[in-house]
Every structure is written in structure tokens, then in C-alpha cells.
Nanobody
Framework: QVQLVESGGGSVQAGGSLRLSCVTSTYAVSNYYMAWFRQAPGKGREGVAVISKFGDTVYANSVKGRFTISKDNAKNTLYLQMFSLKPEDTAMYYC??????????????????WGQGSQVTVSS
């Protein structure tokens, strides 16, 4: 069983920055595809960014140019650096890991392991 533990959420004003972290196992961060999803109140979960085991990245159009996904294999940690935050970025953010499919995907069903979530609130 792969555990994913997020941290770094909080409240910030529009235009501010936050960095989310997701600690997992050494094997997972090096060999799995990993992603960040978010779920705003009353909405479905949406993919934000994906990083392959090789370090390739893909972003949702809504965050492209503002968010950066990265990982540090030595620290067993996945990151989401968020700049120029907007009120519409307010959501619970989840990290996720995919071992079976190994594709750049925003489909929830492609991810086998999920963290507990970290709340991000952006005020105007």
C-alpha cells in the first residue's frame, strides 16, 4: 500500500503563492506517474498537473503558466508550486499516484493511490 501525505495548504489573498508537498515512498516517487487534483465546493474533482516518472509534465489550461509540478526523488516528495493564485483556485487539493497505467492522464480512474487532501483558500 502506498501512502501519500499532503501538507502546505492554507489561506492566501489573490495574487499570492503557496507550495503544496506530498510525501510518499522512495519507490513510488521514482517509478510512478504522479499528479495533483483539486475539488472545489459543489464541483467534481479535476486534474491540475501530472508528472511522469521521467519528469515530463502536463498542466490543465486553467493553471498553465501559474502552477509548477515537480518532485524530489531524494526527499520522496512531490510538489505543487502555485503562483498568482485566484479565488477560483480555492479547493481541496489531492496528490495521486499511478503505477498501472503509466500515462499522462487527468482521469481519476487511472490513479490508484490518493492522499487525504490539503485545503487551499484564496480570498479576493
Amino acid at each position: 500500500q502506498v501512502q501519500l501525505v499532503e501538507s502546505g495548504g492554507g489561506s492566501v489573498q489573490a495574487g499570492g503563492s503557496l507550495r503544496l508537498s506530498c510525501v510518499t515512498s522512495t519507490y513510488a516517487v521514482s517509478n510512478y506517474y504522479m499528479a495533483w487534483f483539486r475539488q472545489a465546493p459543489g464541483k467534481g474533482r479535476e486534474g491540475v498537473a501530472v508528472i511522469s516518472k521521467f519528469g515530463d509534465t502536463v498542466y490543465a489550461n486553467s493553471v498553465k503558466g501559474r502552477f509548477t509540478i515537480s518532485k524530489d526523488n531524494a526527499k520522496n516528495t512531490l510538489y505543487l508550486q502555485m503562483f498568482s493564485l485566484k479565488p477560483e483556485d480555492t479547493a481541496m487539493y489531492y496528490c495521486a499516484a499511478d503505477n498501472r497505467h503509466q500515462v499522462m492522464s487527468f482521469a481519476e480512474s487511472d490513479f490508484d493511490y490518493w492522499g487525504q487532501g490539503s485545503q487551499v483558500t484564496v480570498s479576493s
